[in-house]
C-alpha cells in the first residue's frame, strides 16, 4: 500500500508563525488556561473546530467572483437550488446564513410547549433551539455509542427499541418531528447506517410523524456506509446520499461543515405548506427566499463545495486522516476514542490523566498542555463544558471527560499530523508532571467559552 495523498495541490498558502514552548507558556497563561481566549495567529495547529475553517477550492473563488447580488432571482440562487435538489431531492430549498438559523426557523414553527423532538443526539444548537421554542429534546442514542472505546462501526445510531417505547409514551401527537444527525456530531462524529436511518423511517411512517436529517456531514456519513455497510460497495457516494435523504421529509444543514464554505446553510423539505410557514419566518430574520442570510457568492461557495465533497478520493483521504492519527496514538499506548470519527479525533482525558480528579478538569488541563508543547490548540470536551453544581455547589461532572482534536477540511497536511501525533505523544510520556485546574471565573450559561482557570499548584 503507498501512501494516501491529499488529493488536491496547494494553490494560496496562510502562514503559521512559530513560537516557542516559554512563549507559549506565557500564552496560555495570559489567556486564562482557556484556549478559546487565545489569539489566533499564536495557534500553530487550529484544530478548534471543523466549522467554516475548511480550505475553499479555485472553482470555489472563481464561484465567489461568479456570484450574482440581485436581491431576487439571483442564477447563483438557482444554481444552489438545483445542486441542493439533485443531492436531496427535496424541492422546497431555503437558504440560511447558518445551520442554527434553519433550525431556529423550524422550531419556532413547530416547538413550542409539550412538543418532543426525538433524536440519536441533538447537536448543542439544535437542542438550545428546541428548548428556546419551550420543547423538549430527548437523545436516544444506541448503546454501543455511549462507550468511547468499544469498537463498532455505526455508533451513532439510533435506538429504535427506545423511539417506539418514547413515541408510545408522549403520544405521538406531541412529537413533531424526529431527527437523524449525520454523522453524529456530539457523539464523536460517529456515523448512522442506511438500515437504522430506514427503521427509524418506518417507525415515523407508522406514527406519522415528520422525519428530519442535519445533514451537516452528510458526505462524511455516506462514504462510512460505503466503506462499512453490506450492499453499498459499488454505489457511489451521490447515491447513497440521496438514498439516505430518499427517507427523509426534510433536512437542516450547516454549510461551513460538508460543504466546505466558510459561512451558510439551508433548510430544505418536501412539504410546501410547511415551507411556506418557514419562508414567511425567513423573510423577517434572515432575507428574501432566494437568498436568505447569504450572498449570492455564498450560495456559489456553497453549491461547489456540495458537489466536491461527495468526491471519492477527497473522502477517502478525509477518512483515513482520521484513522491514521488515532493509530498513531493508539500505537503508543494514547487512550483515545476508538473508532476514529469522520472529522475529529477525540483523547480520553480522564484515563490520560489518571491522576487528575475530574473536579479539576483533566481535559482542559490536557487541552493547555498540547498548545503549550506544540501550540496546537484543542477543545475539552468534559466537565468544563457540560458540567453542573447541585445545590451545595459541588460538580455534577460530565459523563466522559474528553478533549476533540477537529480537523478542518484540507488546511493540513500529512506533515502537519504527524507533528500533531508527536506533540500528543510527548504530553502522554510526560503526564505525570500536569497539574489540574480550579476556576476563577465563569458564565452561567456556556461557561467554558470564556471561563478563567488557573493551575493548582
Ligand atoms: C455545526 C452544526 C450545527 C449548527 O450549524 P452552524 O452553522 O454552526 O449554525 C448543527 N448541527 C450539527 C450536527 C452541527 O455540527
Redesign the pocket.
Known sequence: MKTIIEPFRIKSVEPIYFNTTKQRTKLIKNAHYNPFLLKSEDVMIDLLTD?GTSAMSSEQWAGIMRGDESYAGSPSFLRFEKTVNEITGMPNIIPTH????A?KIIFSILGGKGKYFIANTL?D??RANIEFSGATGIDLLCDEGKHPTIAAPFKGNMDTKALRAEITQKGAENIPMVII?VTN?SGGGQPVSMHNIKEVKKICTEFNIPFFI?A??FAENSYFIKMREPGYQTKSVQEIAFEMFSMADGC?M?A??DAFANIG?FLAMHDSELATKCRNVLIITEGFPTYGGLAGRDLEAISIGLKEVMSEDYLHYRIRSMEYLTEKLAEEGVPVMQPAGGHAVYLDAKQFLNHIPVDQYPGQALACALFVAGGIRSCEIGSLMFGKYNIDGKLIPAQLELVRLAIPRRVYTQSHIDYVAEVIIEVFQNRGALKGMKIMEEAKLLRHFTAKLEPLS
Do not use: H, L, P, V
Not at 447558518?98 to 438559523?101: F, K, S, V, Y
Open positions: 466549522s447558518q445551520g442554527r438559523a433550525e447537536f444548537t439544535t444527525t456530531n442535519d451537516c456531514r437542516t450547516s461551513k461543515k446553510g
